[in-house]
């Protein structure tokens, strides 16, 4: 039965999974995937001289390092729901990437190490998350290894993030006496097998005081600290409220262990039900409402290279109105031009399926001439804008070149090409007797991270000379006084839209300048104003 456009809409479940790197996130990623039946067998990270990679995992120096170092887009049908997963890096020095795709998510899984608690990059990403008001659903992960008690999970959620928290399952025992969780909303159990972690029992109980309990858990110690902790948690924990959730101000939490398996389902089952559909978004011309059928939506990612054999370019359009429909024509704002989309596609990881039809809230991929860049608005009929998305100004600097003069024009390709991913900038001394290319990044292993690509993708090798730079400021102002700034700046560049940008070695020397310069604009990047 064909399923109307508002209930194609509301179908759509479009989250990111945030976490702190070895979290668990690919793996908790790669087992949504499976309960999916989007692939036939999860791999894993660990083994990282094995021959299988996390299928989220597609880039080469990924699967060489075993981390995630860019954002991965996957879609899959589970029940009555599409799915729409970005799995971002968890890196710190990747950030900036996650950043911009969290702006794409209706809704985001915050994955937590129960040993661990609340590290310094969720902090970071649950920020984002919170000042979009976006809801926030907590997986807390590896209960079958010894970790922090769960109420002190819940304290540092509160503590630490700002953020209440409401468990809808509750975990028998952790480490070597984890025997269960109780479902709080469907009383049930949810038995552990230590011999066989993936093989899950489920028992229906009549509430936490069953002596069917007592019988399958079989040690009264734990059995009485779990009920005294339900008992706890229905007398003073918060209550579910479905309205604080949709808000990001109450987090759902769930306990489980994703290498095995243990909870991913229930935990997906749960979600399903509550994460928001499509919401609206903002633009230049006022709210747009994901169940208008005029199609818009926006560029949050470009990818070089997903198809090595290819060279092709894609860039992500997360869908925030109407319908996709092959061969469709839209009005490329930015750029002020009638656009065709002719071949879009969907994607697991680098496997990727041609578009006929899609929908508020999915993502597609459109292949990028260089046409694009992130942050462009698609519409089909108007010539509004989504709002910006977030940029950062770099703080570790480069000189670069390339080793072999013959590969200059390949050694070109590649650097523009990846600049345009927004992962690195690059800028042109200005006022230098020999000019010089600047990469400037937010983390140093982007540093890496282009000498590989350029190598793998390109085969050109590099030099990069580390600059003491620390802080980019864009600059504005009237003629005569940027001209007076210029003569007695010294480190001075353009970047790639021939924009004058200040280096500055440190937080001094930039406060500096400001102060001697009262006339002159610093802006923190080329886009969102600095006062």
């Known amino acids: 039965m064909k399923l109307s456009y508002e209930q194609e809409v509301q179908s759509r479940k479009t989250f990111a999974i945030i976490s702190h790197p070895d979290a668990g996130k690919t793996t908790l990623t790669e087992k949504l995937l499976y309960f999916g039946g989007a692939i036939r067998e999860a791999g894993t990270v660990k083994g990282r001289k094995n021959s299988k990679h996390a299928m989220s995992d597609w880039m080469e120096i990924e699967k060489q390092r075993g981390i995630s170092v860019t954002s991965s887009v996957m879609e899959f049908q589970y029940k009555d729901f599409h799915v729409n997963i970005l799995d971002t890096p968890g890196h710190e020095d990747f950030s900036e990437d996650t950043y911009r795709t969290l702006t794409a998510a209706d809704s985001a899984t915050m994955l937590i190490d129960v040993a661990k608690g609340v ?31 769960p109420f002190e999970l819940m304290e540092e959620l509160e ?26 909303h469907q009383k049930r159990l949810e038995l552990y097998n230590h011999n066989e972690p993936s093989k899950i029992t489920i028992i229906e109980v009549n509430g936490s005081d069953d002596p069917l309990i007592d019988e399958v858990i079989n040690d009264e110690s734990l059995v009485n600290q779990f009920r005294e902790e339900m008992e706890l948690l229905d007398v003073a924990g918060d209550q579910f409220d479905i309205e604080l959730i949709n808000t990001g101000k109450l987090t759902p939490i769930f306990f489980g262990s994703a290498i095995s398996n243990f909870g991913v389902q229930t935990f997906l089952d749960h979600f399903l039900k509550m994460a928001p559909s499509p919401t609206a978004r903002k633009s230049t011309e006022g709210i747009v409402n994901p169940l208008d059928q005029n199609f818009s939506g926006f560029i949050f990612k470009i990818q070089a290279n997903m198809n090595p054999a290819h060279r092709d370019r894609i860039a992500f359009l997360r869908i925030t109105s109407g319908i996709y429909k092959k061969g469709m024509n839209v009005n490329h704002v930015r750029i002020g031009k009638p656009l065709r989309l002719a071949q879009p596609t969907q994607f697991l990881a680098q496997s990727r399926n041609a578009v006929e039809e899609a929908y508020a809230g999915d993502i597609i991929g459109l292949f990028d001439p260089g046409t694009f860049r992130i942050g462009d608005t698609l519409v089909e009929n108007g010539s509004f804008e989504f709002e910006e998305m977030p940029h950062f100004s770099p703080e570790h600097f480069c000189v670069i070149s390339v080793k072999d003069a013959l590969k200059h024009k390949s050694y070109e390709k590649g650097l523009r090409q990846l600049t345009e991913e927004g992962a690195i900038q690059l800028f042109q001394t200005y006022q230098k007797v020999v000019e ?20 793998a993708e390109y085969k050109v090798d590099i030099r990069l000379e580390r600059l003491p730079f620390s802080h980019a400021r864009w600059v504005s102002g009237d003629k005569k006084d940027l001209d007076a700034f210029i003569r007695t700046q010294r480190n001075l560049a353009k970047d790639r839209d021939d924009r004058l940008v200040v280096l500055f070695e440190n937080d001094y020397q930039m406060r500096t300048a400001q102060d001697k310069y009262p006339n002159i604009k610093f802006y923190e990047n080329s886009f969102i104003k600095e006062s």
């Open 436 to 455: 010089q290319q600047i990469v400037g990044v937010v983390g140093v292993l982007q540093f890496e991270v282009l000498e590989h690509r350029l190598k």
């Open 119 to 149: 590290e310094a990059q969720t902090i970071k990403l649950f920020k984002v998350c919170s000042m979009r008001g976006i809801p926030i659903f907590t997986f807390i992960n590896k209960l079958d290894r010894q970790g922090k008690d």
């Open 159 to 184: 503590e630490v993030l700002g953020i209440q928290s409401y468990p809808m399952n509750w975990p028998i025992g952790m480490g070597q006496d984890f025997r269960a969780v109780y479902d709080r």
